[in-house]
């Protein structure tokens, strides 16, 4: 692997047709403005321009934002719920690894007009890889294995994330209770999401629902009747693997997914593969074994 000469990015970025950053919050922003100004496309990894303004930005991130000039242009990267968009964009804002998992889940109930909009609530879980690489305490080994903890409760920054992209999908403002947790392993997520049926349905029923849904999506399934789906079956590829249940006028959709393929890497380039006319698997065939 070619070790990247900084001096050299300038003249990178002039040779390429997308830049994909993968840099901290904050910092994306002025230098997507500078990729953009080159006339190439830009897939974001960080959040700067999931939000859609920097109002909201600010509140949740706490720091001003970098281009609120460029909020308008960007398109929210989860492509089995916004293709269209993602095909015609020039800025793409990958989704965090949180909401991707919660709004999959969501997607087919809050279309359907299937729940009680003021229900929502995610029980999310995710392995230790979802903390970044920077040495923290909480990352450790020996805080990390044989335990679990909750964090970010009630001020998780994915929280603002799954209300928006909820609320678009259901075409009215939600309320959402999201909890996330870490877990003793490398990486994936297990969200639960818990909401309210507006009628009686049961377990079958929804179960059609969601594989219509997702009938035509090669990175969304649905589990068979009796099966909940688990971390293992997504590891190392990009897909969301389903599992619905319906009880007592309760919808519970376990979701998961490898928080850095689909949850981040690999969703990167199911958008780019969008943005060029590309088959959308092409490059994600391959599972991803490290770390």
């Not at 690489?133 to 335990?147: D, K, M, Q, T």
């Not at 998780?156 to 877990?183: C, K, M, N």
């Not at 589990?223 to 897909?239: M, Q």
Request: aromatic share 8%; glycine share 8%; charged share 20%.
């Amino acid at each position: 692997m070619e070790i990247l000469d900084m001096e050299r990015v300038p003249e990178l970025i002039r040779r390429s047709d997308v830049v994909f950053l993968a840099l901290p919050h904050g910092v994306s922003a002025p230098a997507a403005q500078g990729v953009l100004k080159e006339g190439k496309r830009v897939i974001d990894i960080a959040a700067d321009f999931r939000l859609p303004d920097s109002s909201l930005y600010e509140k949740w991130y706490k720091a001003p934002h970098g281009a609120p000039e460029l909020l308008a242009e960007a398109v929210y990267g989860l492509p089995e719920l916004f293709r269209q968009k993602i095909s015609k964009a020039k800025l793409v804002a990958n989704p965090g690894c949180y909401p991707t998992s919660a709004l999959l889940a969501l997607a087919p109930l809050l279309k359907n007009g299937l729940v009680d909009l003021r229900s929502l609530i995610i029980d999310s879980k995710s392995g230790v890889s979802g903390a970044g690489r920077a040495l923290a305490l909480g990352s450790h080994f020996c805080e990390c294995e044989g335990n679990t903890k909750a964090y970010g409760v009630g001020t998780h920054r994915h929280t603002p994330e799954i209300a928006y992209y909820a609320g678009v999908l259901a075409g009215s403002s939600v309320d959402v209770v999201f909890t996330p947790h870490l877990i003793p392993v490398a990486r994936g997520i297990l969200s639960t999401v818990y909401a309210r049926l507006n009628s009686s349905l049961d377990t079958s029923g929804l179960r059609r629902i969601y594989q219509d849904y997702y009938a035509e999506e090669e990175f969304v399934q649905v589990a068979r009747d009796g099966e909940l789906p688990e971390t293992k079956w997504v590891l190392g590829t990009n897909r969301c693997f389903l599992g619905v249940v319906a009880a007592k006028k309760q919808a519970i959709i376990v979701s998961v997914i490898d928080n850095l393929v689909k949850g981040a890497a690999g969703q990167a380039v199911q958008n780019m593969n969008l943005m060029f006319g590309l088959p959308e698997n092409a490059g994600l065939k391959q599972p991803v074994i490290y770390p």
